[in-house]
């Protein structure tokens, strides 16, 4: 299993544009997460998905946009990016039933530069 | 008030030493989890261990073992024998709520312990 992959790993936007950051897993997760994690903080949920068609806000929505339309697929859509959206975006996935918990288990990342 | 607070932004220990870091956590839930990852310079977050509130023991898992105080509202990471692979970032995290509530799942993290082991 490739557990959470993330594309691009890097990206350099000019202020305006717009992209979407691609976010799969494998692992038949229900529920998956973005998450931006700004210089020397933790991380800030940006929006999450219980399941494919649903998704809701986190803590620092603005700006950004969703949506689940798979189980695999939970890709994050930046309109008009500006500077403060500079960061590096963690896509997240869980409810692993082996386990027993609900840990999250995080991609590698995307870092994102907007100039 | 912060939900997270890890008050210990960066720490030196010698290689072979045990190290704690703390993280404390505020909430009125009675039911939630404390997870704590590891952010090596690469970047990735990795899982290292989970507390449930209702555990009646404290969580281990190979040199990684967490000292939770329910009353004190503490959950601090011990490592033990610690390796120059331990440098990196930890972060401390909670879930706030059971399990089994859609929506509950979201995770609150702290701002992190930087921690560089010394050879």
């Known amino acids: 299993n490739a557990g959470v992959t993330q594309t691009p790993k890097f990206r350099i936007l000019k202020i305006g544009q717009s992209m979407t950051l691609q976010c799969a897993q494998d692992?038949?997760?229900?529920?998956m997460y973005w998450y931006r994690q700004d210089p020397g903080m933790g991380l800030k949920l940006i929006y999450y998905s219980v399941g494919a068609g649903i998704t809701d806000k986190g803590e620092v929505p603005n700006g950004y946009n969703v949506s689940r339309s798979t189980t695999e697929d939970f890709p994050l859509r930046l309109e008009l990016a500006a500077p403060s959206q500079t960061s590096v975006y963690f896509c997240a996935s869980s409810y692993s039933k082996d386990r027993g918990t609900d840990t999250q288990y995080f991609g590698p990342g995307t870092r994102l530069t907007v100039l | 008030a912060q939900k997270i607070t890890q008050t210990q932004p960066g720490m030196f220990v010698q290689e072979k030493e045990a190290v704690t870091l703390d993280c404390t956590y505020d909430?009125?839930?009675?039911?939630?989890?404390l997870f704590w990852y590891k952010q090596p310079s690469s970047g990735e977050m990795i899982f290292l261990i989970y507390?449930?509130?209702?555990?009646?023991q404290n969580a281990t898992e190979g040199r990684y073992s967490l000292n939770f105080q329910k009353a004190r509202k503490s959950a601090n990471l011990v490592i033990s024998a610690s390796q120059l692979g331990d440098s990196a970032m930890y972060f401390c995290?909670?879930?706030?709520?059971?399990?089994?509530?859609?929506?509950?799942?979201?995770?609150?993290f702290g701002t992190g312990t930087r921690l560089t082991i010394i050879p």
């Open positions: 692992m038949n997760h229900n529920y």
């Open positions: 909430t009125s839930d009675p039911s939630y989890g």
């Open positions: 995290a909670m879930r706030e709520g059971p399990i089994s509530n859609f929506g509950n799942e979201k995770l609150t």
């Open positions: 507390q449930g509130s209702y555990d009646q």
